[in-house]
T-cell receptor
């Protein structure tokens, strides 16, 4: 079955710098890759997603890239702000959504 | 526009007690899911449903039962609660493939 690995588990960056979170997946049939943000005490919220026929997608300060050949996808956050502090999850879907273990992003003032 | 609503938000049970967690969605979604999230960890799928009247096991189904009698509701039951079931439970729903899952804010369950 599908397996999703996410790195790093914790990422600390200076406010204003960029943050990159990376995920790899094992099932070449996976065709949908969402990223979720989870704030303390809340459920995960979708921040961006990408489908397998697209290599990159941007939404303001957030971008996701997908390399199907290497089976990895990454989340890029530019000009980080204090409100970006949260846990971020990647996931990969074929017929079922398989989740990464999460990355705790800490934005230092 | 409520989205996914979970009730209750908090609950404390004693070992051996039973309870039902309710999830309701108002987006006419076919698919619904129950996850548990333990401290510092990711989401683990308990059970899911691909439509009214259907249910299927996820990664960690033991000790839980589910029912989807109405399209908008997905119930998670604990017949005999155990301390190992202390966790935060999240419900999610989504439309047909491939669509993102929409989550509720969770039920925090403690079993003493």
């Amino acid at each position: 079955g599908e397996n999703v690995e996410q790195h790093p588990s914790t990422l600390s960056v200076q406010e204003g710098d960029s943050a990159v979170i990376k995920c790899t997946y094992s099932d070449s049939a996976s065709n949908y890759f969402p990223w979720y943000k989870q704030e303390l005490g809340k459920g995960p919220q979708l921040i961006i997603d990408i489908r397998s026929n697209v290599g990159e997608k941007k939404d303001q300060r957030i971008a996701v890239t997908l390399n199907k050949t290497a089976k990895h996808f990454s989340l890029h956050i530019t000009e980080t702000q204090p409100e970006d502090s949260a846990v971020y999850f990647c996931a990969a879907q074929d017929y079922q959504l398989i989740w990464g273990a999460g990355t705790k992003l800490i934005i230092k003032p | 526009n409520a989205g996914v609503t979970q009730t209750p938000k908090f609950r404390v049970l004693k070992t051996g007690q039973s309870m039902t967690l309710l999830c309701a969605q108002d987006m006419n979604h076919e698919y619904m899911y129950w996850y548990r999230q333990d401290p510092g960890m990711g989401l683990r799928l308990i059970h899911y449903s691909v439509g009214e009247g259907t249910t299927a096991k996820g990664e960690v189904p033991d000790g839980y039962n589910v029912s989807r009698l109405k399209k908008q509701n997905f119930l998670l039951g604990l017949e005999s609660a155990a301390p190992s079931q202390t966790s935060v439970y999240f419900c999610a729903s989504r439309g047909t493939n491939p669509q993102p899952q929409h989550f509720g804010d969770g039920t925090r369950l403690s079993i003493l």
